[in-house]
């Protein structure tokens, strides 16, 4: 798991879906999105985590 | 053998007659040299008369139907109380009395050792008390009340304020009230959402959960119980969505918990936008340690 901080409006949904569209691979497990607090941790490979943090920095989900 | 007659004296000059004889003279103690001899000279004997044997020397007398032995043989000189035993004597009755048994003055009444070779009443005690050991009483032990409140250990925590969830992201449930917490199990405000199992607290535990949904049709909602992070899910319940109920989800399980280990809930729902997590005091985490 890579920890991020929390986006303001998160929407794991969207959020799964937007960091597919950046190439990042993500599980469809449920606990692969996990927010505990203002911590969000995602189930991806540590490799992607740069790519990942300016998707979740950009984040704006429906909520 | 005649029968005795009785006492008689005789004057100067009385002759004296068979009966006579046999029946005054001949009624006093006679002497064998064993039981066998006696038995054999005396092949009729009369109640009442006396034989000495030698080999044994022993007084018998006849009952009428057998020889019985006459006269104590014995070297007892008196009866001396000794430990636990009161009273004796030298002679007459002699009456020995158990003074475990006097010391006793009601039901329930123990007798207790104080020591070597010696005892004391230890007086019944009240209803429900339990004997006790206590090295301060003279008896070294006492009527105690039993010990109170057990070994119970848990913790029940709820939620006072609503929680928003995310759409399709995991969340861990925090709770910021307890309604017990035996040992510190739980932190109001420092990771709220977990039950950590103190030190010394190692052991079995009943874990259970009631939580409650907002109203709302769309999707699933689920709630997961982790040990230790959210990689090892032990339980877990699962419902739709409802349009005009809450959607209520209970779960309970047991599982070993070491000292550290910690459990939580999770959270989740996939309705399209963040779904508030109720609060009243029906909603719960918890765990009790049963073993």
């Keep these: ?63 | 053998m005649a029968a005795g007659l009785g006492f008689k004296t005789f004057n100067t000059g009385d002759i004296l007659s068979a009966s006579d004889v046999n029946g005054y003279l001949m009624q006093g103690v006679l002497v064998f040299a064993s039981t066998a001899a006696r038995d054999a000279a005396i092949t009729a004997p009369a109640e009442g008369q006396f034989a000495f044997t030698k080999d044994t020397n022993s007084l018998f007398y006849y009952d009428g139907a057998a020889w019985v032995a006459s006269g104590a043989t014995g070297d007892i000189e008196g009866v001396t109380a000794g430990t636990g035993i009161s009273g004796g004597g030298t002679s007459g009755t002699v009456t020995v009395t158990n003074s475990m048994a006097t010391a006793i003055d009601a039901k329930g009444d123990l007798i207790v050792g104080t020591g070597a070779d010696t005892f004391s009443r230890l007086a019944v005690g009240t209803n429900t008390y339990v004997l006790t050991a206590d090295s301060a009483e003279a008896t070294g032990l006492k009527w105690a009340a039993p010990a109170a409140g057990g070994s119970f250990a848990g913790v029940r925590v709820r939620k006072s304020a609503t929680q928003s969830i995310a759409n399709a992201t995991d969340t861990v449930i925090t709770f910021d009230t307890e309604t017990f917490d035996t040992d510190a199990y739980h932190d109001n405000s420092t990771n709220s959402g977990r039950l950590t199992v103190p030190v010394g607290k190692a052991g079995y535990y009943s874990i259970y959960f009631c939580i409650q949904w907002d109203v709302n049709a769309t999707g699933d909602r689920e709630i997961s119980l982790y040990i230790n992070g959210t990689s090892t899910r032990i339980c877990f319940q699962n419902q739709p969505g409802d349009a005009t109920l809450y959607t209520a989800i209970t779960g309970t399980t047991t599982y070993y918990l070491a000292e550290g280990d910690y459990v939580q809930l999770t959270a989740y729902q996939d309705r399209g936008g963040a779904l508030n997590l109720t609060n009243s005091a029906a909603i719960s985490f918890g765990m009790n340690k049963v073993g």
Excluded: C, W, Y
Aim: proline letters at 2%.
């Design chain 1, 1 to 63: 798991m890579q920890t991020f901080t929390k986006p303001t409006n998160l929407n794991g949904a969207e959020l799964r879906q937007e960091l597919n569209d950046a190439g990042v691979n993500i599980s469809d497990d449920k606990s692969a999105v996990v927010l505990d607090g203002d911590v969000l941790s995602l189930d991806i490979a540590a490799k992607d985590k740069a790519k990942a943090e300016a998707v979740v920095a950009a984040h704006n989900g429906t909520i």
